[in-house]
């Protein structure tokens, strides 16, 4: 059994930082890519920042530049660095991974973290 647990989430001010992490744990061999993504009241899921086990980064326009995403891999986890935040992040946020185990290749997804930007 793989389990994704992330960490890190919380309410900050606008124009504040907050660092998330989400480590796999269980029957995992190997690690492909892992992501971040988020999902607002109302809305769809979408897409934050990928990382693949290369090193090479994607990030949605809204963040460029204000988030960075990385991993270690000996750690199996993701982090994703969050500054200057805005009310608009405001959103759970989930991380994903595409993991090798028992059972082939598959993607997982943690249970999500609240990040609230708010004065």
């Known amino acids: 059994q793989v389990r994704l647990v992330e960490s890190g989430g919380g309410l900050v001010q606008p124009g504040g930082s907050l660092r998330l992490s989400c480590t796999a744990s269980?029957?995992?061999?190997?690690?492909?890519?892992m992501g971040w993504y988020r999902q607002a009241p109302g809305k769809e899921r979408e897409l934050v920042a990928t990382i693949t086990n290369g090193g090479n980064t994607n990030y949605d326009e809204s963040v460029k530049g204000r988030f960075t995403i990385s991993r270690d891999n000996a750690k199996k986890t993701v982090y994703l660095q969050m500054n200057s935040l805005k009310p608009e992040d405001t959103a759970v946020y989930f991380c994903?991974?595409?993991?090798?185990?028992?059972?082939?290749?598959?993607?997982?997804w943690g249970q999500g973290t609240q990040v609230t930007v708010s004065s």
């Open positions: 269980g029957s995992i061999f190997s690690i492909g890519a």
């Open positions: 994903n991974l595409d993991g090798y185990s028992y059972t082939g290749w598959a993607p997982y």
